[in-house]
């Protein structure tokens, strides 16, 4: 097995191409066989019972990653593809309300309310529950940094893109090693909520946390299909990508004017449109441009499938090239601090799930929170993910949700004003401070989410 590990090495080193190539190439390949994957029933059977085609393919690309016990794939081109997270999460957020109709405010003010506050108990949670663990153990045994207090949220809800962004924040604070162990976090994270949150879809499915769904996804796409002929299908999915494209042109458009105006506000609001990422900026495309359908009576131009299809490979081809990308000798470097903050955040996410989410919210608790897990543990993407596992049919009203809330959070945590503020406020307050911050926060959104619960009825919103 050996000898034809290292003979295939040397066939792939002898035949030199640009890495760029080969990375773009295997990204179209493995494209296709996860459009392809997802259609034949074995996949179709493994994801009705909460294990995605895409973690099984991460998995197989990390043993033959160029860390793994079968290094076939170059570094250099898992070097390209450690930078994919944020443009296919990009992809992602501009299918998100194309594909559907803006819903009406009437009935979504208390679910989008008590979805960002389990967001907020969530962030602000993860640097309490960080700063605990820095502070009473890695500190006084491992004489570590106190600014790791910031690599859950960093890792877990900001991700790669928010661990790199960030890198250089840690450096100029005087924590070095910030870069390499926020992107170690945030792979961590991705395998957690991936792994771990498909776990715990079979879980909710075998105890009937789920709810039934009750919109036959396979017919209507079925239907959808036989409608139009071959030429007609193709020129269907040339506009959709040209709609998703046109969102994410948007969100580019949007994400320069902040940057062009970054100098006029100044101090530390500055800082943060100059790090603000781009995805959520490209779902506030997405919707203004489903309004303006939807106010011209052009909806007949956006397929829901399509633009769901669209998203599933975005969200599949992100988890597969991050975990092909996952540094095995970073992570067994710093693992016993990694592995500690790591279990921390992870018992606190699940402890916010099931406490806190079925508490506060009256219907779909599961895929509600399950979203929102996979979110705060593994980015937006993985949510997306263990979503589509838990409402393959799109049955329920959790995605327009999550998808409202994120406008409105997103510049707050994962790379938001908190994200940026979080070290700067360690070095000025100290790391007890910061976290005593963090506890009155995370209670007072809980107790504000039990006024909610028991004040306002259901029906009134």
Known sequence: MNLLVQ???????????PGFFIAFILLLIIGFLLSLGRNLDPAVKLERLGIPI???LGLLSILIGPYGPLPLLPQSVTDIWINLPTPLLTLVFATLMLGRPIPKAKGLIQPVATQALLALLLGFGQYFVGGLVVIFILIPYLNVDPLMGCLIEVGFEGGHGAASIMGASFAKLGFSGGLDLGLAMATIGLLLSTIFGSGLVVVGRFW????PNSISYKDNKVKEENDDNYFNQLKRLFINIAFTGLAVLIGFLLQNILRALAPFVGGIFQEVLLVFPVFPLALLGSLLIRYLLEKFEKTFLISQILQREIGVLATDLLITTAMASLNLPLLLNDWIPLTIL??????????????????????????RSIIEFGNATGVAASGLLLLRLSDPRNSTNTLPIFSIKQLFLQPL??????????????????????????????ILFLGIAI???LAIPKASL
């Open 208 to 211: 009937g946390w789920i709810a």
């Open 342 to 367: 790591a279990l921390a955040g992870l018992i606190w996410n699940l402890v916010a799930m099931f406490f806190f989410a079925r508490f506060a919210f009256q219907d779909e608790w599961f895929e």
């Open 7 to 17: 003979n295939l090495k040397l066939y792939i080193q002898s035949h030199v191409l």
């Open 451 to 453: 006024v909610i619960k």
């Open 413 to 442: 945590l994962s790379g938001g004003i908190i994200t940026v503020i979080a070290p700067l406020a360690i070095v000025n307050l100290g790391l007890k401070g910061w976290t005593e911050i963090c506890a009155i926060s995370t």
């Open 54 to 56: 895409a973690l099984l």
